[in-house]
């Protein structure tokens, strides 16, 4: 293009998420170069409100890549969940059936903490771009392109080109047609999320199924709590006041069931999110590679998300540093049969967690749904098999 600036590095790395961000970091931690290009401000990717819940494998790795410091200090180790039904709670305790744990430290956090490692090691990042393309990606000399900040056109070659520009960026668009395969699945329900300025009424997560609909109630901090309502698709946010969602949360949480009560506050976020699973297969075309939601996306009640973004990144940079430092193409070359094998198994669960616990209008299917409760709740393999996979299984699993 006239005018364009070329410039070269060893990855240009598309997305500034978490899987983008991280993986940048543990590159450079091995001495490889990065660029990253990011459609949105450094502000609004740090701003979003997602997942909250960090399972072992993940905590381990930003504590070995030295991003632990403020998750020591702020982040609240959970040793289990809380499964519920109408006059039933039973307390599900990984570290018990598994010796693995969870952490509450949410995306924010992670993303900030990522941001401020990449400031303290100068990573250029490109933020607020727009009209990313991907060049020659079947050639070892692959390039994206984007008009910068200032209106700038752009080429960033490489070595390697990483797509973890999530569910809408172009990467996986980039995979032709005739060699993806894809497979989705969406929800006939969402999640009405909101973030309420009171402490938690719960030490640990509370899953409940009621027959009014799924309701969660989950937190960020001492200070602030974050409840989830089952509602149909495409309910506008609108139609619920916050008496209203305090109300319905009291009733599927059941507030006052054996002297539990839920304590109301502040909203300060209410928004509808949602549900879908989608994976597409491979995750590696010629010197293109995804990660994160770029290639998979859960509904969120399995709290993988994030983690199956961290655990992708943290498969992946080794496999690109025995690639590009020491001319090792064996890792990349397992990279997509690797991750896959974790991202299906993350997916299964996360579907078995999301039907078990959102009502349908069938009796039968509530039927069923309390049967698996109370066998899950009941029987050790049931809780064991919850927690293996709830708690996260090892990266490379
Ligand atoms: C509303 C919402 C709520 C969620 N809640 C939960 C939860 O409770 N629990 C859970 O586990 N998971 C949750 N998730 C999922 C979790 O947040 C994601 O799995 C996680 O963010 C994946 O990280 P990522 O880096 O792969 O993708 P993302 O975080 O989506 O990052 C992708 C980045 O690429 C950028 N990008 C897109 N297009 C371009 C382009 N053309 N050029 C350059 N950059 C581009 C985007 O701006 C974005 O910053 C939620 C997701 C959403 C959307």
Redesign the pocket.
């Known amino acids: 293009m006239p005018g364009e600036t070329t410039t070269r590095t060893q990855v240009v790395v ?7 961000l991280l993986l940048a970091h543990l590159l450079a931690a091995d001495g490889v170069e990065s660029v990253v ?4 401000s450094e502000e609004y ?1 740090a701003a979003r409100i ?4 960090l399972e072992q494998s993940t905590v381990d790795l930003l504590r070995g890549s030295g991003l632990g410091d403020r998750l020591e200090r702020e982040g609240d180790q959970h040793h289990g969940i809380y499964l519920q039904w109408p006059q039933e709670r039973h307390h599900v305790d990984f570290v018990s059936l598994t010796g693995r744990s969870v952490w509450v430290y949410g ?1 924010t956090e992670v993303q900030k903490d990522l941001v401020a490692a990449a400031q303290a090691r100068g990573q250029v990042v490109h933020y607020e ?1 727009s009209d ?1 393309a991907l060049h020659d990606l079947e050639s070892d000399r692959p390039s994206v392109t ?1 008009t910068d900040a200032s209106g700038a056109a752009r080429r960033v070659e490489a070595d390697v080109v990483v797509g ?7 990467s996986r668009g980039a995979v032709p047609e005739s060699l993806r395969q894809t497979w989705e699945k969406v929800y006939p329900y969402s999640w009405l999320g909101v973030l309420a300025d009171v402490a938690p009424s719960t030490d640990e997560l509370i899953y409940a199924w009621h027959p009014d609909g799924f309701a969660m109630h989950s937190m960020r901090s001492a200070t602030v709590s974050r409840l989830y309502l089952q509602v149909p698709n495409d309910t506008p946010v609108d139609d619920w006041s916050d008496d209203r969602i305090w109300d319905a949360l009291s009733t599927r949480l059941g507030h006052g069931q054996d002297g539990w009560t839920l304590t109301p506050g502040p909203i300060t976020e209410k ?1 509808v ?1 949602p549900m879908r699973s989608f994976v597409q297969t491979p995750m590696r075309h010629g010197r293109l590679f995804l ?4 290639a998979h996306i859960v509904p ?1 009640t399995g ?7 961290v655990a992708d990144v943290g498969l992946l940079s080794p496999a690109l540093v025995a690639l590009l430092r020491r001319g090792d193409e064996g890792p990349t070359a397992a990279y997509s049969d690797t991750a896959l094998r974790r991202v299906w198994r993350c997916t299964h669960f996360s579907w078995w967690m999301t039907t078990m616990l959102h009502t349908s209008e069938d009796p039968f299917d509530a039927e069923l749904q309390l049967s698996q409760l109370r066998w899950v709740t009941s029987s050790e393999a049931g809780t064991t098999g919850l927690a293996e996979n709830y708690a996260g299984l090892p990266i490379g699993f």
Not at 14 to 20: F, T
């Open positions: 598309i997305g500034a998420g978490p899987a983008g290009v990011e459609s949105r990717v997602r997942a909250g819940i995306q771009v990313t984007f973890c520009d999530g569910s809408f960026g172009p928004s999110l990660a994160g939601d770029a969120p709290a993988k998300g994030l983690n199956l973004a």
